[in-house]
C-alpha cells in the first residue's frame, strides 16, 4: 500500500506561504530568527513563520481536501523550532486513516465500497472526502 511520490511544483506551495504569513529571509531581522519556526521547502531554507501551529493546521487540512499537492510532506519538528515540506519525487508514503474527535472517519460502507469496487470509491475518492491522507516517512515520525 506504499505510493512513491512522483512531485509537484514547488512554486504552489511558495505561494501559499506567501498568502499565509511567511516572512522572507530578506525581511526578518537576526533578533527574530530564534523566536520564530525556520520553514524549509525541499530542503531550501525559504523563511520564517511567527504562527506554525495554525500554518501547519491550515496546510494539513487543504491536503486533506486536495486543495494542495495530496504528497506534500508537512514536517513540524517543534522541539528545533523548524517546518519542512517536501513535494519532491521518489519519497515513500502510507495512507493513514483520518481520525476526528476520537472517531474513525472512514465508515463501514466506504470499506463496502472499496471491496466492491464501486464507481467513485477508490482511494483517490477518499482522499477527496478528507477521509485518508498519504504521509511519508519523515512525516510519520513527527505524526501526533
Not at 29 to 45: E, L, S
Not at 69 to 93: F, I, K, M, N, T
Request: hydrophobic share 40%.
Amino acid at each position: 500500500m506504499t505510493y512513491v511520490t512522483v512531485g509537484s511544483d514547488s512554486d504552489l506551495i511558495l505561494d501559499f506561504l506567501g498568502e499565509w504569513g511567511l516572512e522572507t529571509l530578506e525581511e526578518v531581522t537576526a533578533d527574530i530568527i530564534p523566536t520564530a519556526t525556520k520553514i524549509f521547502v525541499n530542503g531550501k531554507w525559504v523563511g520564517l513563520h511567527r504562527n506554525p501551529e495554525d500554518l501547519v493546521s491550515t496546510i494539513r487540512n487543504l491536503r486533506r481536501n486536495v486543495q494542495i499537492p495530496v504528497e506534500v510532506g508537512v514536517v513540524w519538528d517543534q522541539r528545533d523550532r523548524e517546518l519542512r515540506l517536501y513535494s519532491d519525487a521518489g519519497r515513500c508514503c502510507r495512507p493513514l486513516f483520518i481520525v476526528e474527535d476520537q472517531k474513525l472517519k472512514v465508515k463501514k460502507s466506504h470499506v463496502r465500497a472499496l471491496q466492491n469496487k464501486d464507481e467513485g470509491s477508490g482511494w483517490t475518492a477518499l482522499m477527496e472526502k478528507g477521509l485518508v491522507e498519504f504521509i511519508d516517512t519523515n512525516e510519520e515520525e513527527v505524526s501526533q
